[in-house]
């Protein structure tokens, strides 16, 4: 009997050696690591893993949820024109207009003025030809019989033959005018001062644009009674009484 229980007082006190470090070595802070511990060699890394399939596009993800209705906008501003809308479709055919008056030919009209000009001057030059002298001075014929007269029967002569008492109205006219005159010394003009003194005008009232007086000319002669126009075979006028008894030369 004394070796069984010797036997399990030994097995009994080696458990109790085992177990009390165990205790004690919880409650004993250890010693610091770095005076105790070693570094540790690093692992090989291994061999880098395969590249995983490719993740999914959102494609087959659900629609949202519809928002809320947003409150009506402000009116735009008046008079403000909008986009142009669609051409809207044709509308009915109108009736036919009146037909409109035939155009004259530009052409036709053109010759009928130019013959209508060659006529007019072929009834001049056979009118100035009618008479004893004639002469052209520009756009006119200077013609005459010879005939002495007043102003007043000058005037009267001239337009029974279908012309009028001579006036010229440039240097022209009047240096012709002026070789015109042949056995007198002085012709009638076709202008007077009669309404108003020293105001000279023609047949038609117009004042004389053109004048080609002689030195010291006019001056009424002294009496204030000379209200007509002579010319002279030199060229420049004098102003003359109306009753004299001069040349008349007509113009046409």
């Given at each position: 009997m004394a070796m069984p229980r010797l036997f399990l007082n030994i097995l009994l006190t080696s458990q109790l050696t085992v177990f009390l470090p165990s205790e004690a070595q919880k409650q004993t802070p250890p010693p610091h690591t770095s005076s105790l511990s070693c570094p540790a060699y690093p692992g090989v890394p291994g061999i880098p893993g395969h590249n995983g399939l490719p993740g999914r596009d959102g494609r087959d993800g659900h629609d949202g949820v519809t928002g809320p209705k947003g409150e009506k906008g402000h009116p735009g501003g008046i008079g403000v024109q909008g986009p142009p809308g669609d051409v809207g479709p044709a509308g009915p055919k109108g009736e036919i207009g009146e037909s409109?008056?035939?155009?004259?030919?530009?052409?036709?009209?053109?010759?009928?003025?130019?013959?209508?000009?060659?006529?007019?001057?072929?009834?001049?030059?056979?009118?100035?030809?009618?008479?004893?002298v004639f002469q052209k001075a520009g756009d006119k014929y200077l013609v005459s019989n010879g005939?002495?007269?007043?102003?007043?029967?000058?005037?009267?002569?001239?337009?029974?033959?279908?012309?009028?008492?001579?006036?010229?109205?440039?240097?022209?006219?009047?240096?012709?005018?002026?070789?015109?005159?042949?056995?007198?010394?002085?012709?009638?003009?076709?202008?007077?001062?009669?309404?108003?003194?020293?105001?000279?005008?023609?047949?038609?009232?117009?004042?004389?644009?053109?004048?080609?007086?002689?030195?010291?000319?006019?001056?009424?002669?002294?009496?204030?009674?000379?209200?007509?126009?002579?010319?002279?075979?030199?060229?420049?006028?004098?102003?003359?009484?109306?009753?004299?008894?001069?040349?008349?030369?007509?113009?046409?």
């Open positions: 409109g008056d035939a155009g004259s030919n530009s052409v036709i009209s053109h010759l009928l003025a130019e013959i209508q000009q060659l006529k007019a001057r072929q009834a001049n030059l056979e009118k100035a030809a009618s008479f004893r005939v002495l007269g007043s102003f007043d029967e000058g005037l009267k002569f001239c337009s029974n033959v279908g012309a009028t008492l001579v006036m010229p109205r440039n240097d022209v006219e009047n240096q012709a005018l002026s070789k015109f005159i042949v056995g007198a010394s002085y012709g009638f003009l076709g202008a007077t001062d009669r309404k108003t003194e020293g105001v000279w005008v023609d047949l038609n009232d117009e004042p004389l644009t053109y004048l080609d007086w002689h030195s010291g000319e006019p001056n009424s002669g002294g009496n204030g009674i000379e209200d007509c126009i002579a010319t002279t075979t030199s060229g420049p006028w004098v102003d003359i009484t109306c009753d004299a008894n001069i040349v008349i030369i007509c113009e046409i």
